[in-house]
């Protein structure tokens, strides 16, 4: 049962819900707009007696990730876009060794150091397995302080379930606004998957190796073709949406996080003026929920994606539409959020209405 | 008949993939034999890092945790943390340590994490074929310091004393260099190690063994050279002993003794 509602920051609120989940231990590197989350942490996690380590830098913080994660536990960084950068070798020997964790990027405006508000430029960092080599790695976009809260909770049974790292990609303004949330109840430990590939478990069993190494490249093409039908079983089961004013619709707005909010405001003026939009919100961006793009698409619809960046997700619109439909684009960026007018005129703009 | 020298338990009985001469493989049976009089083999995590020491998961016979080259005591930072009951050991090589990852090691050692460093000295790249390492000495050759390194002219630095540059550091509680290039030697690198492996075991803090060791691939050398150029040319540098000794264990050791 959810409790009572309370105002809180996005990034508290994702703080409050990795403590609820069960997280063991965080290790975090200061970087806005995401300080909230780890002095949440720190203070939480050291009250629960859990670990809770300011490490040295993002390269420390997900290599502590990853030692703890290989022991099994439940184990969560937090950074913002240039932090997250620097995380990727670690992410990507996370995912060659098949270590969960959450990573939440509560993502600001690049490249370099760019500024602190908020941006979606880290789109193809976080679905194209941001580091070296061939992988993915879950990726959850919320919209609302409370899905950010809700996504954040669900990450660590995700990570844990397919055995990899699950990022919420939160941008700066999901991290910095006030909403009410209301949270799950903490996670009963008794609940958690067994990990018996972990280290430092039993003595009855032999050794376990938690590596990405692999001397046979037979071998290692084996253990890589695994992980990619672990793949494209999570895209029969994961991929998630929200759809408004989808069916009638002539032009599908497609976007995600704070420029869905935007969209979802430009998609009610404009029906007001009796102009057909509708908006498809991907909520897992990796797995991408491909196949509604598709169905959309032999529905004979218009697409607009909305982004706060120079045109990132529009690729896997075009991706997935099959070059079956007309796919537009409106972006803002340099940590400018569109404004739901702006988005109303291009709407208009499209469909000469 | 009694046995008195056999092969340890926690390590496994295959031929090593390390060069003939090495130091790698001699201080694996030192870790592995301490393993073995502590009886910690089924309590032991190793973390194995990038460089010629990568493939040791495959000859101990204990759990282990690979992680990216210099990152290894970040990685066992994670791992101690979530298994304090553990003996987990941070082996790194000199470029692991005091190149690429010469924060991690530095802020796991001030925060006084309580695993123990491994750290194999052998002046020198190996697996990537020989180039400068932090450890180097002035004028040893190398494939990326031709002409041997020159600190000021080709500004490449001087070699780094670890131990020394651990020294300062609150974290820190126990800090040893010993060598592998001949039996007396040896021999007292596996006591520091069992030391410091006690240590850990009783939650004290940072420990580190330093061991100069052989790489007469990389050197140029024949294994016998090489032993010889350990003596020679990198103990005058590279001095042996106890650097810092601020063991509780040790602190009691004293006390009894001035009983
Ligand atoms: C990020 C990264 N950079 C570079 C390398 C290449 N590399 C592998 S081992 C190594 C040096 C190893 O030297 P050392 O740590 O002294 O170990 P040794 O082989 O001498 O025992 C380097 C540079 C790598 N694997 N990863
Ligand atoms: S290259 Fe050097 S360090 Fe590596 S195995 Fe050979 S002798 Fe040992
Ligand atoms: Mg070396």
Known sequence: ?353 | MELTYGHPKSLLPIQTKYCPGCGHGVIHRLITEVIDEMGVQDHSIILNPVGCSIWASLYFDFDSVQVPHGRTPAGATGVKRMKPDHLVICYQGDGDLAAIGTAEIVHAANRGEKFTTIFVNNAIYGMTGGQMAPTTLVGQKATTAPYGRDPIGAGMGYPIRVCEMLETLGGSKYLARGAVNNAANTRKTKQYIRKAFEAQMRGEGFTMVEILSQCPTNWGMEPVESVEWVESDMIPFYKLGEIKDELAGSANAVKEAGK
Not at chain 1, 50 to 58: D, G, H, L, P, Y
Not at chain 1, 117 to 144: C, E, M, N, W
């Open chain 1, 1 to 353: 049962m959810a409790e009572e509602k309370r105002l809180m920051k996005g990034n508290e609120a994702m703080g409050e819900a990795a403590v609820r989940a069960g997280c063991d231990a965080y290790f975090g590197y200061p970087i806005t707009p995401q300080n909230e989350l780890t002095a949440y942490m720190a203070k939480h996690m050291l009250d629960k007696k859990r670990t809770f380590i300011q490490a040295e830098s993002e390269v420390a913080a997900i290599n502590m990730v990853f030692g703890a994660g290989a022991t099994g536990a439940r184990v969560m960084t937090s950074s913002s876009s240039p932090g997250v950068s620097l995380k990727q070798e670690g992410i990507s020997y996370a995912c060659g060794a098949d270590v969960p964790c959450v990573v939440i990027n509560v993502s600001r405006s690049g490249p370099g150091l760019g500024g602190i508000s908020p941006a979606q430029g880290d789109y193809f960092q976080s679905t194209r397995g941001g580091g070296h080599g061939d992988y993915y790695h879950i990726v959850l976009a919320p919209k609302s302080v409370q899905e950010a809260a809700d996504l954040t909770y669900e990450a660590f049974d995700l990570a844990d379930q397919w055995r990899m790292p699950a990022m919420v990609l939160a941008d700066g303004m999901i991290g910095q606004m006030m909403e009410g949330v209301s949270f799950k109840p903490p996670k009963d430990p008794a609940t958690r998957i067994a990990k018996p590939w972990a280290v430092g478990t039993s003595s009855n069993r032999p050794v376990n190796h938690v590596d990405s190494t692999h001397l046979d490249p037979d071998e290692f093409e084996a253990v890589n073709r695994a992980r990619f039908e672990r793949y494209a079983e999570m895209k029969k089961v994961l991929p998630r949406y929200e759809e408004h004013d989808i069916d009638d619709a002539e032009l599908v707005l497609v976007a995600y996080g704070t420029s869905a909010r935007v969209s979802y405001g430009a998609v009610q003026m404009a029906r007001k003026l009796g102009i057909k939009a509708g908006l498809f919100r991907p909520i897992t961006l990796w797995p991408f929920p491909e196949k509604r793009m598709g169905e959309l698409a032999d529905a004979g619809k218009k697409f607009l994606a909305v982004e706060m960046s120079m045109g990132q997700m529009v690729e896997d619109v075009r991706l997935y539409t099959h070059g079956k439909s007309e796919v537009f684009f409106y972006g803002r960026c340099g940590g400018n959020i569109p404004t739901e007018e702006a988005v109303l005129a291009e709407i208009q703009k499209i469909l000469k209405k």
